[in-house]
């Protein structure tokens, strides 16, 4: 009991801590926040000046400040040196311009204007001699190459005349507008051509492709008739109504897309056929599909006219 007690009055109460100390520290850190701000902004006088001043302001730097200038120096001085640093670096450091609206403007960027190949009529040209490269060149059957398409052939083959009736539809708007684009009637008589040939060839791939899923239900999938315009598929399965109405609905977008004229669906080689009749336009018709929609830039409509008319 007595060795507690002799404890007890042997500990030291712990001196209150000092909100002057406190004070002083987040001085410190405001300078070298403002420091670091100025080298930032490559004002490197009054940079050192505030990180300089931190030094001096922070408890530590006056510490050993007054250690250096000895126990008689007043308490006030480093935290007075500091601050005239701080000040004195502020006075010398040189004032910041800003610039006016008009020396703004001067300095803003002038924007490029669009190059050649960026305007309507250079990217109408620069398609036509695209097409042209295409016709010349066959580039789908030369050297055994295969007279199909595969799928990722296919659809940009797809996505690419649906650009090229989009091209054709801003420039028929632009000329409804008063402006000249020069080639857009041989871009799409070009066009016309290439889509003739090209076409018969893309309903003979995707007549392989749904081939290529249907086969394993005992589906025979054929391309008959001029240019491949109807597409047949014959099986057992098709006996059934419901089966026909189910594969008619998941590759009728699709066939409508390569524009064949038909479907067919046959239960065995000889037996009666259910057909149905597709709205596809000419394979040389120049236009876009919106949706299940084709808009004709060869033969303007109703509808096409609305696509014509001008935007603001």
């Given at each position: 009991?007595?060795?507690?007690?002799?404890?007890?009055?042997?500990?030291?109460?712990?001196?209150?801590?000092?909100?002057?100390?406190?004070?002083?520290?987040?001085?410190?850190?405001?300078?070298?926040?403002?420091?670091?701000?100025?080298?930032?902004?490559?004002?490197?006088?009054?940079?050192?000046?505030?990180?300089?001043?931190?030094?001096?302001?922070?408890?530590?730097?006056?510490?050993?400040?007054?250690?250096?200038?000895?126990?008689?120096?007043?308490?006030?001085?480093?935290?007075?040196?500091?601050?005239?640093?701080?000040?004195?670096?502020?006075?010398?450091?040189?004032?910041?311009?800003?610039?006016?609206?008009?020396?703004?403007?001067?300095?803003?960027?002038?924007?490029?204007?669009?190059?050649?190949?960026?305007?309507?009529?250079?990217?109408?040209?620069?398609?036509?001699?695209?097409?042209?490269?295409?016709?010349?060149?066959?580039?789908?059957?030369?050297?055994?190459?295969r007279d199909d398409y595969e799928t990722a052939v296919?659809?940009?083959?797809?996505?690419?005349?649906?650009?090229?009736?989009?091209?054709?539809?801003?420039?028929?708007?632009?000329?409804?507008?008063?402006?000249?684009?020069?080639?857009?009637?041989?871009?799409?008589?070009?066009?016309?051509?290439?889509?003739?040939?090209?076409?018969?060839?893309?309903?003979?791939?995707?007549?392989?492709?749904?081939?290529?899923?249907?086969?394993?239900?005992?589906?025979?999938?054929?391309?008959?008739?001029?240019?491949?315009?109807?597409?047949?598929?014959?099986?057992?399965?098709?006996?059934?109504?419901?089966?026909?109405?189910?594969?008619?609905?998941?590759?009728?977008?699709?066939?409508?897309?390569?524009?064949?004229?038909?479907?067919?669906?046959?239960?065995?080689?000889?037996?009666?056929?259910?057909?149905?009749?597709?709205?596809?336009?000419?394979?040389?018709?120049?236009?876009?599909?919106?949706?299940?929609?084709?808009?004709?830039?060869?033969?303007?409509?109703?509808?096409?006219?609305?696509?014509?008319?001008?935007?603001?």
């Amino acid at each position: 009991m007595e060795q507690a007690m002799t404890s007890d009055d042997n500990l030291k109460p712990r001196k209150p801590r000092s909100w002057g100390r406190i004070a002083w520290w987040v001085v410190a850190g405001l300078l070298v926040l403002w420091g670091i701000q100025a080298g930032v902004q490559s004002n490197l006088r009054l940079a050192i000046g505030f990180l300089v001043a931190a030094g001096l302001a922070s408890p530590i730097g006056q510490a050993v400040l007054r250690h250096l200038l000895g126990k008689t120096a007043p308490k006030w001085v480093p935290g007075t040196l500091a601050i005239g640093i701080a000040l004195a670096a502020i006075i010398a450091s040189p004032a910041m311009e800003v610039p006016t609206a008009k020396e703004a403007a001067a300095t803003e960027p002038t924007p490029s204007p669009p190059s050649p190949e960026d305007t309507l009529p250079g990217r109408i040209t620069n398609q036509l001699q695209l097409v042209n490269i295409l016709i010349r060149d066959d580039l789908n059957t030369q050297e055994g190459h295969r007279d199909d398409y595969e799928t990722a052939v296919l659809r940009n083959e797809l996505s690419q005349a649906d650009d090229r009736g989009t091209l054709t539809f801003e420039a028929l708007r632009a000329e409804r507008q008063g402006r000249t684009v020069e080639d857009l009637v041989e871009l799409m008589q070009r066009v016309s051509a290439y889509q003739a040939r090209e076409f018969p060839r893309y309903r003979a791939g995707f007549t392989k492709q749904a081939y290529d899923t249907l086969w394993k239900d005992d589906i025979i999938v054929s391309a008959r008739g001029d240019g491949n315009s109807t597409l047949r598929l014959r099986g057992y399965v098709f006996s059934a109504n419901r089966n026909i109405a189910e594969t008619h609905a998941g590759l009728v977008e699709g066939a409508s897309r390569v524009r064949f004229k038909r479907i067919e669906f046959q239960a065995f080689e000889g037996g009666s056929v259910t057909s149905f009749d597709l709205e596809t336009p000419a394979d040389n018709e120049v236009g876009v599909w919106v949706g299940r929609e084709f808009m004709s830039a060869s033969r303007p409509g109703a509808d096409e006219e609305v696509m014509l008319a001008p935007r603001n």
